[in-house]
């Protein structure tokens, strides 16, 4: 029997590690980072319909729904890539937040491209699905490949590791959005010392050492953030008065996560911290990015 509808859990990232290198002749910078799925998801349902055309629907009123919203763009490319006139609807149900450097928006293309070509028999071959990933944006061939990985260029080169020993992390959104593009540009007019913090975190959990992980914990757009927008160092400061081992901005922000030593000491955490922020959620290292149900 022919399935014709998938829900797919789509996780979200932290950069355990990102180092921000040179200046592409194509206008993006060169990445050097370590990336890590964690449990805390958006979950996608995708149902083929006999009439033709796209339609989202969202959980979240401010999401956008047409061809600027990446999980239309992920449908949109992969229809178009095997010649397929199927209609599809998606439900978006959102539970990472925007603008956190959480990686949500592009977790869930990533789910869409898996989800939809399971439904279409698998047509492409996982290469072909990495070629549209990329065409998504740049985080998205990442979450393909899931768990804890090695990404350079723009990007776009991913390299699986061995899975970091499980970390328990405690996320929080502060009031504020940082715009990838700002955070970029103001980094870039500052002048600093270069760190090699990706390959010593790569050895890190190559020897399996927890508190070498934790140690080595690194993200350049730290350097602006906390500069300006005094909320994020509060968020880092509350984090770490509660027993966080170490704090680190998410992505180019603004969410932020401190890790914890045991699953009591996390979920306190989150509970002392909930009335403070918007967001704040206990989550724990994965070792996959993107799942199904209902297969």
């Given at each position: 029997?022919t399935?014709?509808?998938?829900?797919?859990?789509?996780?979200?990232?932290?950069?355990?590690?990102?180092?921000?290198?040179?200046?592409?002749?194509?206008?993006?910078?060169?990445?050097?980072?370590?990336?890590?799925?964690?449990?805390?998801?958006?979950?996608?349902?995708?149902?083929?319909?006999?009439?033709p055309?796209?339609?989202?629907?969202?959980?979240?009123s401010?999401?956008?729904?047409?061809?600027?919203?990446?999980?239309?763009?992920?449908?949109?490319?992969l229809?178009?890539?095997?010649g397929?006139?199927?209609?599809?609807?998606?439900?978006?149900?959102?539970?990472?937040?925007?603008?956190?450097?959480?990686?949500?928006?592009?977790?869930?293309?990533?789910?869409m491209?898996?989800?939809?070509?399971?439904?279409?028999?698998?047509?492409?071959?996982?290469?072909?699905?990495?070629?549209?990933?990329?065409?998504?944006?740049?985080?998205?061939?990442?979450?393909?490949?899931?768990?804890?990985?090695?990404?350079?260029?723009?990007?776009?080169?991913?390299?699986?590791?061995?899975?970091?020993?499980?970390?328990?992390l405690?996320?929080?959104?502060?009031?504020?959005?940082?715009?990838?593009?700002?955070?970029?540009?103001?980094?870039?007019e500052?002048?600093?010392?270069?760190?090699?913090?990706?390959?010593?975190?790569?050895?890190?959990?190559?020897?399996?050492?927890?508190?070498?992980?934790?140690?080595?914990?690194?993200?350049?757009?730290?350097?602006?953030?906390?500069?300006?927008?005094?909320?994020?160092?509060?968020?880092?400061?509350d984090?770490?008065?509660?027993?966080?081992?170490?704090?680190?901005?998410?992505?180019?922000?603004?969410?932020?996560?401190?890790?914890?030593?045991?699953?009591?000491?996390?979920?306190?955490?989150a509970?002392?911290?909930?009335?403070?922020?918007?967001?704040?959620?206990?989550?724990?290292?994965?070792?996959?990015?993107?799942?199904?149900?209902?297969?």
């Amino acid at each position: 029997m022919t399935k014709n509808r998938i829900s797919v859990t789509c996780r979200a990232k932290v950069n355990l590690t990102l180092d921000v290198l040179d200046r592409r002749p194509d206008g993006y910078h060169n990445l050097a980072s370590v990336m890590q799925s964690i449990d805390l998801a958006d979950i996608l349902r995708i149902e083929l319909v006999n009439h033709p055309g796209i339609e989202i629907t969202s959980n979240q009123s401010d999401i956008p729904t047409g061809p600027d919203n990446t999980v239309h763009k992920a449908c949109s490319l992969l229809l178009n890539a095997v010649g397929s006139d199927n209609g599809v609807q998606i439900t978006l149900e959102k539970h990472i937040p925007h603008q956190a450097g959480l990686g949500g928006g592009s977790s869930d293309a990533a789910g869409m491209l898996v989800g939809l070509n399971y439904l279409l028999g698998n047509p492409l071959p996982k290469d072909e699905l990495y070629k549209l990933a990329a065409q998504i944006g740049s985080d998205v061939p990442y979450f393909l490949i899931g768990g804890t990985a090695l990404v350079k260029g723009r990007g776009d080169v991913v390299e699986k590791l061995l899975d970091v020993p499980q970390l328990q992390l405690v996320i929080v959104k502060p009031d504020v959005g940082i715009p990838t593009a700002w955070a970029y540009s103001r980094l870039a007019e500052l002048s600093r010392k270069r760190t090699a913090s990706t390959s010593a975190m790569v050895e890190a959990i190559h020897t399996k050492d927890r508190k070498s992980v934790v140690d080595h914990l690194f993200n350049d757009f730290e350097l602006v953030a906390v500069e300006e927008f005094p909320a994020i160092k509060t968020a880092k400061q509350d984090l770490a008065d509660l027993g966080a081992e170490a704090t680190l901005l998410c992505g180019s922000g603004s969410a932020v996560f401190g890790v914890f030593s045991s699953s009591t000491v996390t979920y306190r955490a989150a509970e002392q911290l909930a009335g403070r922020y918007p967001f704040v959620v206990p989550t724990i290292t994965t070792t996959s990015a993107i799942m199904f149900s209902g297969v």
